[in-house]
């Protein structure tokens, strides 16, 4: 149950509800334990005269129990309190106990996953909202578009982990391909130490790098290997139409570099100006790779798709000399070589969808695994940090797995992505424990 409080009433360890999306405020999550001062200035600072909270999810702090008054009621309390110990730890060993974390590690599972997909909706719609208004009003969606780019960053920018989930998508492509290229290229910056300027930069040239397309015509909007010259031309057109919007919006001098150059490679070879190595800046290097990898992993012309463990590999293999090595590392590190949407087999010979990495520690993922004395809905995904023993022996695209493995793990046709904060797993008795989001 909930109820309501005055902001200035509350305290340390209150688990409060913030209202009014995800986007109207500065924290990771709008549904969390109090946990410092700073936290506390921050709701205040929101202007809010009330807000949500929970006493049942609360730790405030209690008065202590008064001592005993003599060594005999000392030992009858000792006495207690070990025979109390013991039959706890006896409970836990039940199987209804089992059952009950169980439960609650599924619960756990399903709210995070929840709260991930709603953030990647809402990002979407603002992302959207943006889009909408650039030829109409351009200033209005610069506004916009920084807005969402500072949300994000206000959410990546914690101390914590930060994973990188896989998430259902909508039926939107642009927008999903924009939020792709942008969570990631933040991401990257925020593992280079980028500045918060910079990042802002960043954020809001990925998250509008393809804006000059509003001008191109729909045929030409995406690269066919059939184009002849002037189709090409045609095409490539959307880099100096998207410099042309967004000097019109009025984008940061670093967010337009990011429109005019996400299309050069550090050999020259690229277009529209056959910019070479650091004549191309950092930012445009960044979103040049994401574009790429989410190229590879969802072409929105007739190209097949790649797994992402595939698209990895081709950029490792055929981008080295068109691709900064110093951003291709951070990625390859932050994502690791089977990032998340990959289809495994894992040494145990199980097969397996890779769900979620840790950006900080990609190489034991977290994987659904097929199991089909478990129902897929009650399915719990291993974090393989807290499994020592399984880990990850190949890839495989979806036509090396047996069909009954395919039915159950239900890859997407497109790969979509999204941030969560992550809390250091910790393993109970050997079983897989999913990660807090």
Known sequence: ???????????????????????????????????????????????????????????????????????????????????????????????????????????????????CERQHVEAARAWREAMDRVLAQPRESA??????????????????????????????????????????????????????????DLGVGALMHDVGKLEVADRFRHAEDGFNPNELAAYRDHVPRGVAVGQRMGISAGALRVLAQHHEHIDGTGFPLK?????????????????????????????????????VSVLFAQGRNRLDPLVLNSFIRMMGVYPAGSLVQLTDDRFALVMGVNSSRPLKPRVLVHDPAVPRHESLVIDLETQPSLGIRRSLPPAKLPPAAIEYLDPRPRVSYYFEPLERPAAEGGQPVELAA
């Open 143 to 200: 506004a916009q578009s920084e807005q969402l780019a500072r949300a994000l960053l206000d959410k990546m920018l914690v101390d914590q982990d930060i994973g990188i989930r896989l998430v259902t998508g909508g039926a939107d492509r642009s927008a999903l391909h924009a939020l792709n290229v942008g969570v990631i290229s933040l991401l990257i910056g925020r593992s280079l130490g980028l500045a918060d300027g910079e990042l802002m």
């Open 275 to 311: 910019l070479a190595g650091e004549r191309i800046a950092l930012a445009a290097r960044v979103v040049a790779l994401v574009n790429r990898y989410d190229n590879l992993c969802n072409p929105q012309s007739r190209t097949p798709p790649l797994t992402p463990h595939e698209a």
């Open 1 to 115: 149950m909930s109820s309501t409080i005055a902001v200035e009433e509350l305290r340390v360890g209150m688990f409060v509800m913030l209202d009014g999306g995800w986007l109207s405020h500065p924290f990771p999550l709008s549904n969390f334990r109090i946990d410092g001062v700073d936290q506390l200035e921050a709701i205040r600072a929101l202007g809010l005269r009330h807000v949500r909270w929970s006493p049942e999810k609360s730790e405030l702090d209690e008065p202590e129990a008064p001592a005993a008054s003599g060594p005999v009621e000392a030992a009858a309390a000792d006495t207690e309190t070990a025979t109390s110990q013991t039959a706890a730890r006896r409970q836990a060993l039940t199987e209804a106990e089992a059952q009950r974390q169980r439960r609650r590690r599924l619960q756990a599972q399903l709210e995070a996953g929840q709260r």
